[in-house]
């Protein structure tokens, strides 16, 4: 009896090459797509959160132009905030602050200009800015820099703003 169950178990002996190049290839496939997975998702954690951001920026803007239809002038992008936009505007998002935007409102183009905190890398920049022009938030005329930061252009303060 024992003979035959030697016999047995030397016959089933372990995998064929072919088996295990296929198992290896299956763990290539699913490493491959949680790998794009994650991209997808730190992408898309990249756009809300920006997005959020910007809202907020545009909410306490048009609450301002509301009480005041004229905006602070400030021709060059700047994290320092003119101080008329403190109370609009939450301190994390200005100078200083945990997520600090830049604003820009020149005379010349009576559009606000808010530049983002600087994204991962220009791919993850340009993908979240389409995001934000296709999501209407930003104008068209909006650049990702050269540090990879969005400067969006607020569609709803482009070539309205009256910046003074």
Same mark, same amino acid.
């Given at each position: 009896?024992? @003979?035959?169950?030697?016999? $047995?178990?030397?016959? +089933?002996?372990?995998?064929?090459?072919? %088996?295990?190049?296929?198992?290896?290839?299956?763990?290539? /496939?699913?490493?491959?797509? /949680?790998?794009?997975?994650?991209?997808?998702?730190?992408?898309?954690?990249?756009?809300?959160? !920006? &997005?959020? &951001?910007?809202?907020?920026?545009?909410?306490?803007?048009? %609450?301002?132009?509301?009480? $005041?239809? &004229?905006?602070?002038?400030?021709?060059?992008?700047?994290? !320092?905030?003119? #101080? *008329?936009?403190?109370?609009?505007?939450?301190?994390?998002?200005?100078?200083?602050?945990?997520?600090?935007? *830049?604003?820009? @409102?020149?005379?010349?183009?009576?559009?606000? +200009?808010? +530049?983002?905190?600087?994204?991962?890398?220009?791919?993850? #920049?340009?993908?979240?800015?389409?995001?934000?022009?296709? &999501?209407?938030?930003?104008?068209? #005329?909006?650049?990702?820099?050269? !540090? $990879?930061?969005?400067? @969006?252009?607020? /569609?709803?303060?482009?070539? $309205?703003?009256? @910046?003074?």
């Amino acid at each position: 009896m024992l @003979c035959k169950f030697r016999k $047995n178990l030397g016959s +089933t002996g372990g995998f064929t090459l072919l %088996e295990f190049v296929v198992v290896i290839a299956l763990a290539a /496939v699913i490493m491959a797509s /949680v790998a794009i997975l994650i991209t997808k998702g730190k992408e898309s954690a990249a756009f809300s959160s !920006t &997005n959020d &951001n910007l809202q907020i920026v545009q909410a306490g803007l048009a %609450e301002r132009k509301v009480l $005041n239809p &004229n905006m602070p002038l400030q021709a060059a992008s700047s994290t !320092t905030w003119p #101080a *008329a936009l403190g109370s609009y505007i939450p301190a994390d998002l200005r100078a200083g602050g945990t997520y600090p935007h *830049a604003y820009m @409102c020149p005379a010349a183009t009576n559009q606000i +200009t808010i +530049t983002t905190p600087v994204l991962q890398d220009a791919d993850q #920049a340009g993908s979240v800015l389409q995001r934000l022009i296709d &999501n209407k938030t930003c104008a068209a #005329a909006s650049t990702v820099s050269a !540090t $990879n930061a969005v400067q @969006c252009v607020l /569609v709803a303060f482009d070539g $309205n703003a009256s @910046c003074q």
